[in-house]
């Protein structure tokens, strides 16, 4: 239906860390679905046997399969990683933003309020992204990396878009923690947006250098080919020269379909003056 959009409320545990009992979330789901805004219902289960909630903010059925989920929660590096994640989605990837939220409020005018904030956050990222339609997620976990790999396990997302940490100097890339969480063994691919991309809100993605020799990282120029070609862009061997995205894949005894980084590719953040995408092991990210 034209129009239709929802923001989604997901579980991903219940008990002692995160806020909210498998009770409250049973009770919940068998609740009728309350009148007024955003009404909740129950969807499918999720982990720690909680059921996933999910709060509509308009008339229609909920969106999933999102192939690029950006990190989101309003601070000015997170609007990098929409700056990141908008020039990707000019390959074709659908977009998602998706913010965590550490804990469930047990006072339900509490939780309106934090439930409300957080929309807030999302709406102010779709309208900078330019994009109404653009899926959005609210996620209950204690963990912000582990969270959002869950929910891109589920949705089939091929990559998680981040912000570098607050501290980074503009143009330079490093990751946070929840960044580094995934980095190290997660499940999908993994962008780190250049501090400061966000005054290019608008700009695109013209060169993209695979800077790392040798055939393990074989997925990283079948990637960067790839991308240049629906991007109109230009491939590398090196990031002498200023680029626009830097591609490694992960490191030779990587389990596949798992990103695990080296020394090599540490230094490739480290040294990295533009976006850098991570891949996972074996798994190259194709538009």
């Not at 989920?69 to 609007?79: A, E, H, K, L, R």
């Not at 390959?91 to 550490?102: M, N």
């Not at 946070?176 to 999908?188: C, K, P």
Request: with cysteine; proline share 5%.
């Amino acid at each position: 239906m034209s129009g239709d959009r929802a923001v989604v409320v997901e579980v991903l545990g219940c008990g002692r860390g995160y806020g909210v009992r498998a009770v409250d979330c049973v009770r919940r789901a068998q609740d009728p679905p309350r009148a007024g805004r955003g009404g909740m219902r129950s969807g499918s289960g999720a982990g720690g046997g909680c059921v996933i909630l999910a709060r509509e903010t308009r008339k229609g059925a909920l969106t999933v399969g999102a192939n690029v989920i950006i990190s989101y929660d309003g601070t000015p590096n997170d609007d990098d990683a929409l700056a990141l994640g908008k020039m990707l989605s000019r390959a074709g990837f659908a977009l998602a933003l998706a913010y965590v939220r550490h804990s469930r409020e047990f006072d339900q005018r509490r939780e309106d309020l934090a439930q409300h904030d957080a929309e807030q956050r999302l709406e102010r990222g779709a309208t900078m992204v330019g994009d109404g339609e653009i899926a959005r997620r609210v996620v209950i976990g204690a963990s912000t990396g582990d969270s959002l790999g869950q929910l891109a396990e589920r949705e089939g997302a091929s990559v998680v878009v981040f912000g570098s940490d607050y501290r980074t100097p503009p143009g330079h890339v490093e990751p946070g923690t929840s960044a580094q969480y995934l980095l190290d063994g997660g499940s999908v691919a993994v962008a780190i947006a250049a501090a400061g991309l966000r005054t290019q809100l608008d700009g695109a993605i013209r060169s993209i250098a695979v800077p790392l020799a040798g055939p393990t990282n074989d997925v990283a120029r079948q990637t960067a080919n790839a991308l240049a070609a629906k991007l109109g862009a230009t491939v590398r061997e090196s990031h002498a020269e200023p680029v626009d995205l830097i591609v490694v894949g992960s490191q030779p005894n990587a389990p596949a379909g798992h990103v695990v980084i080296g020394g090599d590719v540490r230094n490739e953040l480290s040294s990295a003056r533009s976006s850098v995408l991570v891949l996972a092991g074996g798994v190259p990210l194709l538009p």
